[in-house]
């Protein structure tokens, strides 16, 4: 009758898993392999002549009755899995638990599950003339589990009937799933919240209301206590204080909110004034784009703190990447057809808040925005907002739409975009540039706008990402009337520094022509090192000579190379240069060594055996006037020049199919020399 009894629930068990198995979608592989076990499990304990362990009352279950010590047993007396089962019995419990496993992890199983519970109550009676009944699958929740609370043994089950389930192990796997979980995401956000978000925030609520002013930790903690309350986490987790609007805009003449008289007013703030209004309608845009912190300078900046001051500028670029949207208010713009007259176009830091953010969007004075664009795009990249800001900023639409992604553009092109851009502190210039060329450096309000500048130039060459060649940024060039005064006498340049190949500032980079944008460099092939004696930087030295321009010159070149071009001196209107001409130092071209003028080419490569020359031919120079004069193509290593003149750029000529890569061991035959020098 007992084996009768057992082959009975043993067929009902399978009639129902198998039944419930076929409506769980996504779990057929699993539950086949089940039932497939299961089978083997329940003929072999028909055919056995004794109870499988594991399997019905065990003695030990009786109360009194006493239990051996076996190596096999748990503290409960309940058989460790695998270890006293049977083959089919290890199968079984392994595939339970991997059904099981499965069943919990599918969201479509979950729900089949809950639909279902009449099946599962008719499977739990059928079995409990067998084994414990089946927990309710819909408790288990693999990320959302917490054992000390939600889950323990069922009713009727004791301690030894939990533990043989297997259940309990899987109940253990899910905790740990899910505190594994909680640590990545904690991490995560710890990371972003420290080290890639402002140092204080302003937290409002869904509509933009309810303004209050947090420092990092408090944000750090408000996601914490979040986290705690959510059940079914999973990856990737986003929380909403993660994300931050950043405010881009023009500082009032007064009237604006600092974050001291947030903190330590003794009266109300004024709420009418118009700093107020900008704050508060730029909580409400933010909280329009599904937002709840918000970063404005003028409030978020405590400037008393000359280390937080240094802290915020020199992390500016990164905050304004970094934040999910930029609001761009342009005060002086009423529709979109004035906005690229707009004074924000003109200001220096607003030009990294344009550059920096992935998403900006631009808003009217009274706080309408001045595109369609949906509210994950861009106006960068929205027409025609796009012609409007490059009219304004000098930008073209392929540098506008790759920002702020900017390693590949040249020095002296961004130099260009700040030549004319203007602030209220002079040494500002200079620090609202570094996150543009991607360096750090300490600021120094009182230094001076020219020292600031040197300072920052030095950590453009000691940088590692930053376009092609740092001798980039000797590609500068001067106004009409600076050449006039540096013609007359070059130490009243107005725009050299210590180093005759760095300006003084930004403006220098403004007056760049065609011929300049299209120099080609090589990548640096040696530390170029700015020091107070000038930089240092190998130049090809190629002697030529000053001529009167006439249709009867002659021209022989001294080797493969040559170029001839006007000399741009109005005191020598009808002269030109040929530089490399064969006849320098003999025939009738040559009056005296006096008259050899020595051009000193910078943009070529410096490699172990070979010299590159500019691949375009194009060359960037600058004159040199030796302080002794030399009559030999050689020019020895003790020959000392000065500088002369300004930067100029002119064409070499190759003959005889001479090539841009020229061998050491072939320079003096073709009339050049190289050097390294301090320039």
């Known amino acids: 009758m007992e084996r009768l009894a057992k082959k009975t629930a043993a067929v009902d068990i399978v009639s129902a898993i198998a039944a419930r198995n076929d409506r769980v979608s996504g779990q057929d592989a699993v539950g086949q392999t089940l039932i497939a076990v299961l089978a083997d499990f329940i003929v072999s304990t028909i055919q056995a002549d004794t109870t499988a362990p594991g399997i019905g009352i065990d003695p030990s279950h009786i109360p009194g009755h006493p239990v051996a010590e076996e190596p096999t047993r748990s503290a409960y007396g309940a058989a460790s899995p695998g270890s006293g089962l049977t083959t089919e019995g290890q199968d079984l419990l392994i595939a339970m638990k991997r059904f099981a496993a499965s069943l919990v992890h599918s969201s479509d199983g979950q729900q089949t599950m809950r639909q279902s519970s009449g099946n599962l109550d008719q499977l739990q009676g059928v079995s409990s003339r067998c084994d414990p009944p ?68 302003l937290m409002f609520d869904q509509d933009g209301k309810g303004i209050t002013l947090v420092e990092k930790w408090q944000v750090m903690d408000y996601i914490l206590s979040d986290l705690n309350s959510v059940t079914d986490l999973r990856l990737p987790y986003y929380h909403p204080f993660e994300k931050y609007a950043i405010l881009s805009h023009t500082w009032l003449s007064r009237g604006e909110v600092t974050y001291s008289e947030w903190k330590d007013h003794t009266a109300p703030l004024d709420t009418q004034s118009p700093g107020y209004d900008k704050l508060a309608k730029f909580c409400e845009v933010a909280a329009q784009y599904g937002l709840r912190l918000a970063w404005m300078d003028t409030v978020c900046i405590n400037k008393e703190s000359s280390a937080e001051l240094d802290e915020s500028i020199r992390s500016m670029f990164k905050w304004y990447k970094g934040a999910e949207v930029c609001i761009a208010y342009l005060a002086e713009t009423t529709s979109l057809y004035d906005m690229e007259k707009d004074r924000w176009f003109t200001r220096g830091w607003t030009l990294q808040e344009l550059l920096a953010p992935h998403c900006i969007k631009f808003f009217s004075k009274s706080w309408t925005a001045l595109s369609n664009s949906l509210a994950e795009e861009s106006d960068k990249s929205h027409f025609p907002l796009v012609s409007k800001i490059c009219a304004a900023t000098g930008l073209n639409e392929n540098e506008l ?103 003084r500032s930004p403006r220098a980079y403004m007056h760049l022509s065609s011929t300049n944008t299209n120099i080609h460099f090589h990548p640096s092939s040696w530390p170029i090192t700015l020091s107070y004696i000038g930089l240092c930087v190998p130049v090809l030295l190629m002697p030529s000579n000053l001529v009167e321009e006439r249709l009867d010159n002659a021209f022989s070149p001294k080797g493969g190379y040559s170029a001839t071009f006007d000399s741009g001196n109005a005191s020598f209107r009808n002269y030109i240069y040929k530089v490399l001409d064969g006849d320098l130092f003999s025939g009738k071209n040559f009056r005296s060594p006096a008259t050899v003028h020595t051009f000193a080419v910078l943009n070529i490569a410096d490699e172990a055996t070979e010299v590159l020359l500019p691949e375009n031919g194009r060359c960037l120079a600058v004159k040199l006037i030796p302080h002794e004069p030399f009559d030999e193509w050689k020019i020895q290593e003790g020959v000392q020049f000065r500088r002369s003149g300004h930067h100029l750029t002119f064409d070499i000529v190759f003959h005889n199919n001479s090539s841009f890569r020229i061998p050491k061991d072939q320079l003096n035959r073709h009339g050049m020399t190289l050097r390294t020098m301090y320039l």
């Open 401 to 503: 739409s790759r920002s702020p992604y900017l390693d590949s553009v040249p020095i002296w092109r961004k130099m260009q975009w700040a030549a004319a851009r203007e602030v209220t502190r002079e040494e500002d210039t200079a620090y609202s540039l570094m996150g543009i060329f991607n360096i750090s450096m300490p600021t120094g309000y009182g230094e001076g706008a020219e020292h600031a500048f040197l300072r920052l130039v030095k950590e453009i060459l000691s940088s590692k990402l930053t376009s092609v060649s740092k001798l980039e940024i000797t590609n500068w060039c001067e106004s009409a009337s600076a050449n006039r005064l540096a013609s007359f006498n070059f130490s009243l340049h107005p725009n050299v520094s210590f180093s005759t190949l760095i300006p």
């Open 134 to 201: 089946i927990p309710d699958s819909g408790d288990l929740d693999v990320v959302g589990l917490d054992t000390s609370k939600d889950v323990q043994p069922l009713e009727g089950w004791d301690a030894h009937m939990w533990e043989f389930s297997g259940l309990g192990l899987i109940v253990t796997e899910a905790d740990t799933k899910r505190q594994h979980l909680v640590e990545r995401i904690i991490a995560k956000a710890r990371d972003t919240v420290f080290n890639n978000m402002p140092i204080r925030l």
